[in-house]
């Protein structure tokens, strides 16, 4: 325990589901305090200079620009950060080496408690002046990479009669297997592609795609709900309101991936 103060924390992400995990399981622990949320960039910035957490939860790509975006435009000294992400592009060795702690999405109960005991172990000590370093020393290291990153988004090729256009994959909501064709859906369009749903699956690599049935694959950060029935049937809802129903033999992966069972 420390003391009879609490831990004010700050949790910041754009997969709204992910925040909502994070807060559940803190408070679990009387330790912390949970002073806002947020999903953007520019909110964190502006909820961190006015009230000053102890700790934050902040989520390495955000919309509108990187957790380490972020930090760099703080006016105020750096709060501990545990950063959470479910991309490994970014390296994990730098984390480990300079940054106080990590969660890779999806992490466990027990990882993130074992984060949070961390926490307030470091809060006892009262070791700001390491933090301030470390975090400094990350930034200095890290930029680079998400610079560089960042201007080699991945794109899929969709060939239309004449010319061929690429489609950002961050940008698919989801993807539902037609025959011997793939159709893509982005919030504005739909893209026929004459591929299957196991090659699209291999391309879409990143951690934010999962199939939930065997003709279809879904952006986790489209989530707008999900709809449980009394036969412990679930569906999906994506917030173009779609509604995909998760086939049994997905759905206990992707609960665990969600954060909704361990």
Known sequence: MVSNMKISTLIIDDEPLARAMIERLLLSRTEFEIIGQCGTGKQSIDMINTYKPDLI???????????????????????????????????????????FDYLLK???????????????????????????????????????????????QKTIPIPLKNKTIFIKTDEILYVMASNS???????????LLRNTISNIQEELSSPLF?????????????????IHSDYGE??????????FRISRSYKKEFLTKIGLRK
Do not use: C, W
């Open 57 to 99: 939860f902040l989520d390495i790509k955000l919309k509108d620009m990187t957790g380490f975006d972020v930090l760099e435009a703080l006016s105020v000294k750096f709060p501990i950060v545990i950063f959470a992400t479910a991309f490994d592009t970014y390296s994990l060795k730098a984390f480990e080496y300079f940054a």
């Open 106 to 152: 999806p992490f466990s109960e027990e990882r993130f408690y074992k984060s949070i005991n961390k926490v307030i172990e470091t809060f006892k000590s009262a070791d700001n002046d390491n933090i301030q370093s470390k975090i400094y020393s990350l930034l200095e290291y890290m930029q680079p990479k998400v610079e560089t990153t960042n201007t080699s």
């Open 181 to 191: 064709y793939v159709e893509i859906f982005t919030k504005d369009n739909k893209y």
């Open 210 to 226: 999962f199939r939930i049935h065997r003709s279809t694959i879904i952006n986790l950060e489209f989530i707008k709900e999900l």
């Open 234 to 243: 679930v569906d999906v809802r994506m917030k173009d309101m779609q509604q």
